[in-house]
């Protein structure tokens, strides 16, 4: 079965950079579109990003365009994000999730992380 | 602000129908096909239905969606407590180039 398994809790504090990882299992890694998708305590869903991992292509919310990347290592089957200038308004559970290639669904989620941003 | 918009909260007694909205636009739900999904309280959401109306291997037939210009609608038959979470929709936005979410709404079973 397809499982997306995410890196530990974090804290941050403000100015600094976030990594978190996702391992993915159960299916071949490079078949379906990796997102990003945050969400602060007692708010909605807020999608950060996607990236192909058979061809590296990426996509960001114009809200993270330039402190937010998306990476992968194929040959471990992982993707990672990164969040750089942290702010207190990061402070949320983020969730790596997988879906069909240029399709407006996504099927699998990770178990997320939470990230604490404090001085 | 997410640029769709769901009701804050419905409710039901169990064994009753609801139905969720997700109003949008021309350069979302009027041009791409919606997905729903449910998050039960602390935990990763769950995907519920995909291609506007098509469920997931595993969705019990309980759970439905249609779409009709630019908005679309989850609906829940026989309402069960194990129904309560709180539910999203979710599309492709050709302005944004970005995947958007709905407001998400809560339900209560009474």
């Known amino acids: 079965q397809v499982q997306l398994v995410q890196s530990g809790a974090e804290v941050k504090k403000p100015g600094a950079s976030l990594r978190v990882s996702c391992k993915a299992s159960g299916y071949t890694f490079t078949t379906l579109d990796i997102n990003w998708v945050r969400q602060a305590t007692g708010q909605g869903l807020e999608w950060m990003g996607w990236?192909?991992?058979?061809?590296?292509?990426?996509g960001y919310a114009p809200k993270f365009r330039g402190r937010f990347t998306i990476s992968r290592d194929t040959s471990i089957s992982t993707a990672y994000m990164e969040l750089t200038s942290l702010t207190s308004e990061d402070t949320a559970v983020y969730f790596c999730?997988?879906?069909?290639?240029?399709?407006?669904?996504?099927?699998?989620w990770g178990q997320g992380t939470l990230v604490t941003v404090s001085s | 602000q997410s640029v769709l918009t769901q009701p804050p909260s419905v409710s039901a007694a169990p064994g009753q129908k609801v139905t969720i909205s997700c109003s949008g636009s021309s350069s979302n739900i009027g041009s791409n096909s919606v997905s729903w999904y449910q998050q039960l309280p602390g935990t990763a959401p769950k995907f519920l239905i995909y291609?506007?109306?098509k469920r997931p291997s595993g969705i019990p037939d309980r759970f439905s969606g249609s779409k009709s210009g630019t908005s679309a609608t989850l609906g829940i038959t026989g309402l069960q407590t194990g129904d309560e979470a709180d539910y999203y929709c979710g599309t492709w936005d050709n302005s944004l180039s970005a995947f958007v979410f709905g407001t998400g709404t809560e339900v209560t079973v009474l």
């Open positions: 990236m192909s991992p058979n061809s590296g292509n990426t």
């Open positions: 291609d506007n109306d």
């Open positions: 999730a997988s879906g069909p290639p240029g399709q407006p669904r996504i099927d699998y």
